[in-house]
């Protein structure tokens, strides 16, 4: 996974170690170094501002030359985004789950959020299935009440895994679908409540409206941002737009199996402040991994 950026990564560090740097050097270096990352699905704003890094650690610091340069840059780059990662946090779930029925005995209701076609309501179906592996009751919400289609699937697959689903008719207010399920969740004292949501994208607007008005019915305790690993740009601009009008709290790439790119993981936690939390990873109900951020990281900037 992520091959392309980590060879972008890589490329700049050598760079600087091969050779005397000139003004003009530099500036080359840096401008290669800006193309690699878009190239890679980094975000613009963001590449920008990691070249600008990469650019200000090499200029304002005086290197040995008989030292290795690579290290200003590798250390200069390392500092820069473990902050950044370190500010997004980290998150477990299963410990969250576990706190909140301990204190409360209520469930943990985990919100779902997305445009339709990156794997949203498969990632419902593999979350809750990662939870029972973890000792946890799980009930299942169908709050995508557009997409034709969409109670069935998850039906069908909460009816693999043992899930109580939890359903309206179609054209429902999703809302409304979300309090019965906390309601049912309560009643059979279920740990976590997961809820589906729609996500129309040729609607906005109204799909923002949507999913503000579930979230102050429903109050969730977390709101997960599914976005297909693949779409790169796509999936940063996507994470931006609902992070700003209803919020979220972690991410989940989906796909991340077949991503040598990489770029989604690095821009939405830099331009969003929001740790991924977990990959998809393959079709399975079990390929959804915890994210690690250290490895990931470390995979980078130690190519």
């Given at each position: 996974?992520?091959?392309?950026?980590?060879?972008?990564?890589?490329?700049?560090?050598?760079?600087?170690?091969?050779?005397?740097?000139?003004?003009?050097?530099?500036?080359?270096?840096?401008?290669?170094?800006?193309?690699?990352?878009?190239?890679?699905?980094?975000?613009?704003?963001?590449?920008?501002?990691?070249?600008?890094?990469?650019?200000?650690?090499?200029?304002?610091?005086?290197?040995?030359?008989?030292?290795?340069?690579?290290?200003?840059?590798?250390?200069?780059?390392?500092?820069?985004?473990?902050?950044?990662?370190?500010?997004?946090?980290?998150v477990d779930l299963v410990a969250n789950i576990r706190d909140k029925a301990k204190s409360t005995g209520e469930p943990y209701v985990v919100l779902f959020l997305g445009?339709n076609g990156t794997g949203k309501t498969t990632t419902v179906a593999k979350l809750g299935s990662y939870l029972q592996k973890n000792g946890l009751s799980v009930v299942?919400?169908?709050?995508?009440?557009?997409?034709?289609?969409?109670?069935?699937?998850?039906?069908?697959?909460?009816?693999?895994?043992?899930?109580?689903?939890?359903?309206?008719?179609?054209?429902?207010?999703?809302?409304?679908?979300?309090?019965?399920?906390?309601?049912?969740?309560?009643?059979?004292?279920?740990?976590?409540?997961?809820?589906?949501?729609?996500?129309?994208?040729?609607?906005?607007?109204?799909?923002?409206?949507?999913?503000?008005?579930?979230?102050?019915?429903?109050?969730?305790?977390?709101?997960?941002?599914?976005?297909?690993?693949?779409?790169?740009?796509?999936?940063?601009?996507?994470?931006?737009?609902?992070?700003?009008?209803?919020?979220?709290?972690?991410?989940?790439?989906?796909?991340?199996?077949?991503?040598?790119?990489?770029?989604?993981?690095?821009?939405?936690?830099?331009?969003?402040?929001?740790?991924?939390?977990?990959?998809?990873?393959?079709?399975?109900?079990?390929?959804?991994?915890?994210?690690?951020?250290?490895?990931?990281?470390?995979?980078?900037?130690?190519?």
């Amino acid at each position: 996974m992520f091959d392309r950026l980590k060879q972008a990564f890589s490329a700049v560090t050598s760079a600087v170690r091969e050779r005397q740097l000139s003004d003009k050097d530099l500036d080359d270096i840096v401008f290669n170094f800006q193309i690699a990352l878009i190239e890679s699905d980094v975000a613009q704003s963001v590449a920008e501002a990691l070249t600008n890094e990469v650019q200000k650690s090499v200029t304002g610091t005086k290197v040995d030359r008989s030292a290795d340069p690579s290290e200003v840059v590798g250390e200069r780059l390392t500092a820069v985004l473990e902050a950044a990662f370190a500010k997004a946090g980290s998150v477990d779930l299963v410990a969250n789950i576990r706190d909140k029925a301990k204190s409360t005995g209520e469930p943990y209701v985990v919100l779902f959020l997305g445009i339709n076609g990156t794997g949203k309501t498969t990632t419902v179906a593999k979350l809750g299935s990662y939870l029972q592996k973890n000792g946890l009751s799980v009930v299942c919400a169908a709050g995508d009440t557009h997409r034709p289609g969409a109670i069935e699937q998850l039906t069908e697959h909460a009816g693999r895994l043992q899930l109580r689903v939890i359903s309206q008719r179609y054209g429902a207010d999703p809302a409304a679908v979300g309090r019965d399920g906390v309601l049912y969740a309560k009643a059979h004292h279920a740990d976590c409540l997961l809820i589906d949501t729609a996500g129309r994208m040729q609607t906005n607007q109204n799909l923002m409206e949507e999913m503000a008005k579930i979230v102050r019915v429903v109050k969730p305790d977390f709101r997960v941002f599914v976005a297909d690993a693949l779409t790169g740009n796509d999936a940063v601009s996507q994470a931006e737009l609902f992070n700003q009008h209803v919020g979220f709290d972690g991410a989940v790439l989906t796909k991340a199996d077949a991503d040598v790119r990489g770029g989604a993981a690095l821009s939405i936690v830099y331009s969003t402040g929001k740790p991924v939390i977990f990959l998809g990873v393959g079709q399975g109900y079990g390929d959804l991994v915890p994210f690690d951020s250290k490895k990931f990281l470390d995979s980078l900037l130690k190519a």
